[in-house]
């Protein structure tokens, strides 16, 4: 089981200054070996270890339930020889990774150009109204969370969503309704 250490004071210095209120972690996760193994494999791809980030990212927040909490980047800063003010600045630069929880199915609707022009709004008109949250929320029985999100590059599937790591493509209100519907 994956759980937390505390973190001491001193793990802050002038290259790895306290982050801004509110982000502070006041512990540091920790992972089984297994786990710790799959990140080894990643880091050993790259020159220098940084560039683990985003994958390491990836299995932080899946092992954390979704989504980066204090700890974890904590944890990612700790392993990387990082910053943790530089590991919050990738976490809050891409949308698929999750700074806050979220439900069980995450709808990511594209709303950059392409997307836009093809139907964007009303595919997340019908997502608010079917579900009942606006972009942002999350269902009170934490099954969906939805989002509008810049281009996800599948212009010329348009209009398009993601959820998890499918993507939905050439969208109707007609096909939105089938791909909800078929999630278990
Ligand atoms: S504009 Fe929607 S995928 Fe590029």
Not at 21 to 33: C, H, K, N, R
Request: with cysteine.
């Amino acid at each position: 089981m994956n759980s937390e250490q505390p973190l001491h004071s001193t793990q802050f210095t002038p290259n790895n200054p306290l982050p801004q209120e509110g982000l502070m972690p006041d512990s540091i996760a920790t992972f089984e070996p297994e786990i710790i193994r799959e990140m080894d494999m990643h880091i050993a791809k790259f020159p220098v270890k940084r560039s683990a980030l985003i994958p390491l990212m990836f299995i932080v927040q899946r092992e954390r339930g979704g989504y980066l909490d204090p700890p974890g980047v904590a944890f990612l800063a700790d392993k990387l020889g990082i910053r943790i003010t530089d590991v919050w600045e990738v976490a809050t630069f891409y949308s698929m990774i999750n700074t806050e929880p979220v439900g069980k199915y995450h709808i990511q609707v594209c709303r950059t150009l392409s997307c836009k022009i093809l139907g964007a709004g009303a595919i997340t008109e019908h997502c608010t109204k079917r579900l009942g949250i606006k972009p942002g929320g999350t269902t009170e029985d934490g099954r969906f969370s939805l989002s509008e999100v810049e281009c996800l590059g599948s212009c010329g599937t348009a209009p398009m969503l993601q959820i998890g790591f499918d993507y939905h493509e050439n969208l109707t209100i007609e096909k939105l309704d089938g791909i909800l519907d078929s999630l278990p």
